[in-house]
């Protein structure tokens, strides 16, 4: 039974859709989201593919360029391992493309536009089933206005099920070509009865490589491993993080409003004392006034006590008058008797 390499992997990916352009053209005739009638007719590789380096791990990404007979540019992407920098790479790598088509004296008008296709080995959107992400620069009002230049097509490997697409018979061979071979021990009949991917699948077969590639086969598979193992824990690191910032900025929030709290309760209190001095100054303001009150009633008792002195004293000088004219009445009586 014949054994193959992972098409996923530098080597195979290389020699399957950097050394055949008429494999490269069914790819992406099957996973480019052309019209109808803008399928790729022919393609020639506009340089030799090749590695780049990222900081996190070698040899993760392997890049194939070309160009259609149309003038479209085509950049093919394989990442093992999804981050936020590949993602800004693969528009670094697009917009170079787009920019280099032309010389200081050439016209705009001869740019063409440049797709990039990049298949990743990882899930990079959570909560949505959809593998296939069509990128382009569109209005956000109306989608019908788009900026023609730049198109990414993103797939998710990992979320990748042949039963869910029914109408695109090409790409699922294609993405189970790179899903099963290297990983299945018996491959479908399916994949071997299309002529492209049975052509690619013989590619892969291990007695194609030299020892040294072989070699160099196993050991991108130790560096992915570890690499996936660092991002794995710089993710989970990150998610410890950002739940530890929630958890501060909860607390803050709730010592933010419970300050809040605070000085509403300190600023209802002193509103509450103010009114009290309000009102301690009312009832001093009325007691003041009471007191006058009482002074000036006191005042008025004192003076009816001197009006009844004054009466007493006149009903006693008018009692002891009455009684002198009645001595001298009886007198007069006497006298005239006599």
């Known amino acids: 039974m014949a054994r193959y390499l992972d098409p996923k992997h530098d080597i195979p990916f290389k020699r399957v859709f950097g050394e055949h352009p008429e494999l490269l053209?069914?790819?992406?005739?099957?996973?480019?989201?052309?019209?109808?009638?803008?399928?790729?007719?022919?393609?020639?590789?506009?340089?030799?593919?090749?590695?780049?380096?990222?900081?996190?791990?070698?040899?993760?990404?392997?890049?194939?360029?070309?160009?259609?007979?149309?003038?479209?540019?085509?950049?093919?992407?394989?990442?093992?391992?999804?981050?936020?920098?590949?993602?800004?790479?693969?528009?670094?790598?697009?917009?170079?493309?787009?920019?280099?088509?032309?010389?200081?004296?050439?016209?705009?008008?001869?740019?063409?536009?440049?797709?990039?296709?990049?298949?990743?080995?990882?899930?990079?959107?959570?909560?949505?089933?959809?593998?296939?992400?069509?990128?382009?620069?569109?209005?956000?009002?109306?989608?019908?206005?788009?900026?023609?230049?730049?198109?990414?097509?993103?797939?998710?490997?990992?979320?990748?099920?042949?039963?869910?697409?029914?109408?695109?018979?090409?790409?699922?061979?294609?993405?189970?070509?790179?899903?099963?071979?290297?990983?299945?021990?018996?491959?479908?009949?399916?994949?071997?009865?299309?002529?492209?991917?049975?052509?690619?699948?013989?590619i892969c077969e291990e007695g194609a490589f030299t020892d040294k590639e072989r070699k160099a086969y196993e050991d991108m598979w130790d560096s992915i491993w570890i690499e996936r193992g660092l991002l794995e824990e710089a993710k989970e690191n990150a998610e410890a993080l950002e739940k530890t910032t929630r958890i501060l900025k909860a607390k803050d929030k709730a010592i933010e409003e419970k300050n809040k709290a605070i000085e509403e309760k300190d600023k209802t209190l002193e509103e509450k004392n103010k009114a009290i001095e309000e009102k301690d100054k009312t009832?001093?303001?009325?007691?003041k006034t009471l007191e006058e009150k009482d002074k000036t009633l006191e005042e008025k008792d004192k003076a009816l006590e001197e009006k009844d002195k004054a009466l007493e004293e006149k009903d006693k000088a008018l009692v002891q008058a009455l009684a002198e004219l009645a001595a001298l009445k009886k007198q007069d009586s006497e006298n005239r008797e006599s």
Not at 147 to 173: N, S
Not at 283 to 287: G, V
């Open 25 to 202: 053209r069914s790819f992406l005739n099957a996973l480019m989201p052309f019209p109808e009638g803008q399928h790729i007719k022919t393609l020639e590789y506009l340089s030799p593919e090749q590695m780049r380096e990222m900081p996190l791990g070698k040899n993760s990404i392997v890049d194939v360029k070309c160009v259609d007979s149309a003038g479209r540019h085509f950049i093919v992407e394989m990442q093992m391992c999804w981050s936020r920098m590949f993602q800004n790479r693969m528009l670094f790598n697009a917009s170079k493309a787009y920019v280099r088509q032309l010389s200081k004296s050439q016209n705009y008008r001869l740019l063409q536009p440049v797709y990039t296709l990049a298949i990743v080995d990882d899930i990079y959107t959570s909560g949505k089933d959809n593998f296939l992400h069509h990128y382009r620069t569109v209005n956000r009002e109306n989608t019908d206005e788009v900026i023609e230049g730049l198109e990414f097509v993103v797939v998710e490997l990992p979320k990748f099920r042949a039963e869910t697409v029914t109408d695109r018979r090409m790409l699922v061979l294609w993405l189970r070509f790179l899903k099963e071979v290297g990983s299945e021990e018996t491959l479908s009949p399916e994949l071997l009865e299309e002529e492209y991917i049975r052509e690619a699948i013989s």
């Open 283 to 287: 009832l001093e303001e009325k007691d």
